[in-house]
């Protein structure tokens, strides 16, 4: 029984790997299939896979296999079997060509996870990285000089610097004095190209010891600095021994041996110069000529040059001090201090003084501060110098102390300004203007008084205080305002009177009596209330009654008033709101005048249309009634009817006068007004 189990699973292998003749060699999947099912066919386990040791199914007689390869809309598609040979079940799932390779790559990411990917370094730009960094190179190179006979060439030492952040190098020669040849910056930083290829110096390029060549020059490299050391160490670069900096032959030729001096028995100017050489001492001066017509107090400034004893004075100028800007009042030379007899009259204007007219010249112990000098005829006080005169002055002569001296002058105290005594023009603010500015300007105004007070206005009537008796019946109308503290005064006109009305003073401020006219106190609303007494410009007048924008002020404001002005206000309320008098019927049923006078008052009324209102013409007589009798004057009446246009000359309106007629001069106003419509 084994033996043909056995040759049915080699047969199944053999099929699956084809003929022998295929070139298409056995197919994998299909070898992969045969294999599972020589093992299910196979009972006993441990077997080798080996032919022979297989067997088959003798029955089965089908062995077609199933179709892997198609077509689709004309492309050809692989698909995988869905059962074995003959129609067999497959034991097994078949995975492809591709997924078998994918499983074999990922097998340690199924074992180990998926690889964990280091942080990545932040980047830093080079230009950041390396910013203020710097390579210095010690170099020289050697110049020709072919035109003389003293030196044939010439070395000059430089220095070369590498910029790290951008690669650029710039060449510098370091400044030597008094050598004649332009030094300082050779090549001014830049890239330099190494080669004709266009390739550029970098650092890996610079060493001790070497030998670069910039635009046709060569400079030889001997040394670096610390950090150029430092740097290129780090960077694996192995650096030359440094070598010794080349001198320039010529150079050490001239170099002359310390001599060796010998005081001779006049002093060596040779030695003041090359000790002295380049230290002036410094003195702070006045010159005071105020004593002069036009004269004035200047400060200069004194060097005195150590190297050979000379003296100059140079001016300091301020801004918009109105002097030309001449630097030197004296240039530099040397002040005689002694001359000798006859020296007195050489023309030194025209030639120089030698040694043979001079006994002594100014040296630097005659610059003492605090004491005066006298230089061409100018006394200068010095009043100061800098620190280095005074170290030289403890040091040379030693005098520590040299104090500074205050020779500012004191300002005197302001004068007061006195204003001229005032003109009686226009008013006191304005005129003192003129005193304050050559272009006067109009006196500040209370702008926020102004805004708040605009338009507002009180009005008062007052009668006029004069000797003279047509004088005593006018009137005026005083308007005050509240936004300038200006009064105007107007004059009702009157009707055959004998005086023109209208404007009697203009808008100004009115000085109260008493005040000083530097500090001139003016009319306030607080001075104005019945009974009150106003002068103006020598004029008095009398406050008789007020309107009733007045009365709502004075209650809005009563901390302003007086007692003595809220009093008189309260009166005149109470007067004109008390009843006009009436009479009882008893007393008109006894006095048969009275109802005759009635009678007529009601015919009046009746016949009365276009006539003036009866509380205005009563408001009117009370005004002129001080006495608040009811009762004027007949003058003072008329008046007062012409001024409301009364028809007085009606016979009705007659004989209501001469019913209200109280004597010879007097008219009873309160039952006269009755017959006029309320």
């Keep these: 029984m084994k033996k043909p189990e056995t040759q049915g699973a080699s047969g199944a292998l053999e099929d699956a790997a084809g003929p022998p003749g295929n070139a298409g060699g056995p197919n994998p999947t299909e070898v992969a299939a045969a294999r599972a099912a020589a093992i299910m066919f196979n009972p006993v386990h441990g077997l080798p896979f080996l032919p022979g040791t297989s067997f088959k199914d003798s029955t089965k007689t089908a ?90 060439y010439r070395i000059r030492q430089v220095n070369i610097y590498y910029y790290l952040e951008d690669g650029s190098m710039s060449v510098i020669e370091p400044v030597v004095e008094n050598s004649g040849i332009p030094q300082g910056k ?45 740097f290129l160490e780090s960077q694996g670069i192995e650096l030359n021994p440094p070598e010794k900096m ?67 004075i140079r001016e300091v100028h301020e ?63 010095i009043y100061d110098c800098d620190p280095f005169t005074r170290q030289y002055y403890k040091e040379k002569f030693g005098i520590s102390d040299l104090p500074r001296i205050d020779v500012s002058k004191k300002e005197p105290p302001p004068v007061k300004q006195e204003l001229p005594p005032y003109n009686g023009y226009g008013l006191v603010e304005d005129s003192a203007q003129n005193c304050f500015a050559l272009i006067p300007k109009a006196p500040k105004k209370d702008v926020i008084k102004m805004l708040m007070n ?27 305002f509240l936004a300038t503290d200006m009064i105007s005064i107007f004059e009702p006109p009157v009707r055959n009177s004998g005086i023109t009305g209208g404007k009697y003073l203009g808008r100004t401020k009115v000085v109260k009596p008493g005040s000083s006219v530097e500090n001139p106190i003016y009319y306030g609303p607080s001075d104005f209330f019945i009974g009150a007494v106003i002068e103006v410009f020598g004029h008095r007048f009398v406050i008789l009654d007020t309107d009733d924008h007045v009365l709502k002020y004075m209650e809005s404001n009563a901390a302003q008033y007086s007692p003595e002005a809220l009093l008189s206000i309260q009166n005149r309320v109470r007067k004109q709101e008390a009843p006009a008098p009436e009479l009882d019927n008893q007393q008109m049923e006894e006095d048969p005048g009275v109802q005759e006078l009635e ?10 249309k276009d006539r003036p209102c009866r509380d205005n013409i009563l408001k009117m007589f009370q005004i002129y ?35 209200c007629s109280h004597g010879e001069d007097k008219v009873d106003y309160c039952n006269f007004v009755r017959a006029f419509p309320s």
Excluded at 192 to 208: E, I, Q, V
Excluded at 332 to 353: D, G, H, S, Y
């Design 246 to 312: 080349a001198l320039d032959p010529y150079t050490e030729l001239r170099k002359q041996p310390l001599r060796k001096y010998v005081t001779p028995a006049d002093f060596d100017q040779l030695k003041q110069f090359l000790t002295f050489d380049k230290q002036v001492l410094r003195f702070y001066a006045i010159w005071d000529d105020t004593d002069s017509m036009f004269g004035e107090c200047r400060t200069y400034i004194i060097h005195y040059y150590l190297m050979d004893d000379t003296v100059e």
């Design 63 to 152: 062995f077609h296999r199933s179709q892997t390869l198609g077509y689709r809309n004309g492309y050809a598609v692989v698909r995988r079997p869905t059962v074995g040979i003959g129609g067999d079940r497959l034991q097994v799932s078949q995975l492809s060509q591709a997924e078998l390779d994918k499983l074999a790559s990922e097998a340690p990411v199924l074992t180990y996870g998926q690889p964990k990917q280091a942080p990545r370094t932040e980047f830093i730009p080079a230009y950041v990285a390396f910013d203020k960094k710097v390579l210095k190179f010690d170099a020289y190179f050697q110049e020709d000089v072919p035109l003389s006979t003293e030196e044939h």
């Design 319 to 381: 801004r918009n001090d109105g002097r030309d800007p001449f630097p030197l009042l004296m240039s530099r030379q040397r002040i005689p201090k002694v001359l000798v007899e006859n020296a007195k009259n050489f023309p030194r204007c025209v030639l120089e003084i030698s040694d043979k007219e001079v006994l002594e010249w100014y040296t630097a112990k005659d610059f003492i501060v605090g004491k005066p000098l006298t230089i061409l005829g100018r006394t200068f006080f």
């Design 454 to 480: 605009e338009n507002k206005v009180l009005r008062y009537l007052a009668a006029l205080e004069s000797p003279i008796p047509e004088d005593k019946d006018r009137r005026f109308v005083f308007s005050y």
């Design 625 to 659: 009634d001080k006495e608040a009798s009811g009762h004027v004057d007949r003058e003072m009446f008329f008046k007062i009817c012409d001024s409301f246009h009364l028809p007085v000359d009606d016979s009705l309106v007659k004989e209501l006068i001469r019913m």
């Design 599 to 608: 009678a007529l008052i009601d015919t009046i009324q009746k016949q009365g």
């Design 186 to 230: 050779l090549i001014k930083r830049q890239r330099l190209a190494k080669n004709d290829r266009g390739d550029h110096y970098h650092w890996k390029d610079l060493n001790r010891g070497i030998n670069i060549t910039i635009y046709g020059r060569t400079f030889r490299i001997v040394d670096c600095d610390k950090f150029t050391q430092v």
